[in-house]
């Protein structure tokens, strides 16, 4: 059975269009139904629906990339948070990939699968129990960007603070994520390009088909504080 709250709040982290504005109305009372989500998490989730439905595109759209395109502290891929460009991304990738096909969720071929709105999707197919464990292993990432959106003062901030009520973190110790809060000026494109410049990654061997702990298994050794630099 689906769990339509992680579906939503996959759409809710997309880059917005009109299909998302049309849909965002029913949003607020499908979550309510479900009732995984309550208190200031839900009210902070309803404004950002309103805020969708009701804002200019346009704004929307740009807003959404100056937070999500241009910030590398915010990114949605949940590997460049913990394994930056090195090559241990890229085997994580393939493991995270492999699990969605195990389990029939299919990748277009443009995507990457630490991609955070794909990973949510993936989530809503599963047995709530173990989708809630698998986010809980993230909860490190998700409480960072909760923290800095709201820094920020940014409604997306809500849909952190709702993954954060949702991850079963029992017994998972806090740790930070690898990279820094930081940040160039988002319209300084130099700066930008400067900050984003990649490391080639090297993919190692074909992996075996990963499992669910295995994974677990891979976002727990990746939970080790960041590295000053120079160190």
Not at 146 to 159: F, N, Q, V
Not at 213 to 229: F, G, N, T
Request: with cysteine.
């Amino acid at each position: 059975m689906m769990t339509a709250t992680f579906k939503i709040l996959s759409a809710l982290l997309s880059y917005p269009g009109v299909d998302l504005q049309r849909a965002a109305p029913e949003f607020s009372e499908v979550m309510a139904a479900e009732a995984l989500v309550g208190g200031q998490a839900a009210a902070g989730l309803n404004r950002l629906i309103d805020e969708i439905a009701s804002g200019d595109i346009y704004d929307l759209q740009e807003q959404y990339v100056l937070l999500f395109d241009r910030t590398r502290s915010l990114s949605l891929h949940l590997f460049e948070h913990v394994h930056g460009e090195s090559r241990d991304r890229g085997q994580a990738m393939i493991d995270l990939k492999n699990l969605y096909e195990q389990n029939g969720l299919e990748m277009g071929s443009a995507e990457l699968p630490d991609f955070l709105p794909l990973f949510l999707e993936f989530l809503s197919t599963q047995p709530l129990a173990e989708a809630r464990v698998l986010l809980g292993e993230a909860s490190h990432i998700v409480a960072a960007m909760a923290d800095r959106l709201t820094k920020r003062e940014s409604g997306y901030a809500a849909i952190f603070n709702a993954l954060n009520d949702l991850a079963a973190t029992e017994g998972i110790a806090a740790a930070q994520p690898i990279v820094a809060d930081e940040e160039a000026d988002p319209s300084d494109f130099d700066a930008l390009d400067a900050a984003w410049e990649d490391t080639p990654v090297a993919f190692g061997p074909e992996a075996d088909p990963g499992c669910k702990d295995e994974l677990i298994a891979k976002l727990r050794a990746a939970r080790r504080p960041a590295v000053a630099p120079g160190n």
